[in-house]
């Protein structure tokens, strides 16, 4: 499930799912179609990927329809429905920071400005946004005259660096970092250390996701710590162009063991 004519901002989404649609064709018999459609051609087939397929703010009703008729019919979909981050909305940003977790400071309203560090600019974003649509950077005296309804309130962090964790099936794959906090999606190679390793791993088993692809995306701070800023578990942007061929070669063979593994399983009532 892709929207090859999805434009997304400093990426080519169509690009990355052409190239993995004809090396999974390898294995599989591969056919793409539109989120639109999918829900009225997911029974002909053993398992549906959701790649990428853009926000689905943008075609909210069908894709309500989609998962409520996968979960109905217990429909094998990759990534599994469970997701309790993205898939779900922002919320568990708010949540996770209440329970202490390393994420970026997060609150659900002015009301509760007092629970972060003071900051000279905030960031604000919808609870249900994605691509950073919706997303405004204000300063303390704007911040009073927002409609904070479904909206997040973050400080914005001095970083020196963001950085991304690949998942498949809660195992790592591979890691990017952007050198320049300005060119989000200018990539390089990142070589983890093990505390960076069991950072994104807790986020991982936080998650309990058992099929799918997760992105943990984190920031390392002005004083050396890292933080999570998103935990992207629905339809997650490879980057699959900014690694060596050895390791996409090696990722398309691990998500074609997990598809594999999946299609195996039976379904619930046969």
């Known amino acids: 499930m892709t929207d090859l004519s999805y434009e997304a901002r400093g990426r080519r989404y169509c690009d990355e799912d052409i190239y993995l649609s004809s090396q999974l064709r390898e ?3 591969v056919a793409l179609c ?29 894709y309500r329809a989609f998962r409520d008729h996968a979960l109905a019919t217990g429909a094998r979909v990759f990534n599994e429905l469970t997701g309790k981050a993205d898939m779900a909305g922002k919320q568990y940003l708010v949540d996770l920071c209440r329970a202490g977790y390393p994420v970026v400071p997060t609150v659900e309203g002015v009301d509760d400005l007092d629970r972060l560090p003071q900051s000279d600019a905030y960031v604000v974003k919808p609870k249900f946004g994605a691509d950073s649509v919706g997303l405004r950077i204000l300063d303390p005296t704007q911040l009073r005259g927002i409609d904070d309804r479904d909206v997040l309130i973050q400080p914005h962090v001095a970083i020196d660096y963001e950085v991304s964790f690949y998942f498949i099936d809660r195992t790592f794959e591979y890691a990017l970092y952007t050198p320049d906090p300005a060119q989000r999606w200018q990539l390089r190679a990142y070589e983890p250390t093990q505390a960076d390793l069991d950072f994104a791993q807790r986020f991982i088993d936080w998650n309990g996701m058992r099929h799918g692809i997760q992105r943990v995306d984190a ?29 996409r070669l090696r990722f398309v063979r691990q998500l074609t063991g997990a598809l594999s593994e999946l299609a195996a399983t039976d379904l619930p009532g046969r």
């Open 27 to 29: 294995a599989f018999d």
């Open 34 to 62: 539109h989120p639109r459609d999918a829900q009225a051609l997911m029974d002909r087939f053993d398992v549906v990927l959701v790649r990428n397929s853009g926000p689905v703010i943008y075609y909210p009703e069908q």
């Open 219 to 247: 920031c390392r701070t002005a004083e050396g710590t890292l933080l999570l800023v998103e935990l992207e578990d629905l339809n997650p942007y490879l980057s699959l162009d900014s690694i060596s061929e050895q390791r």
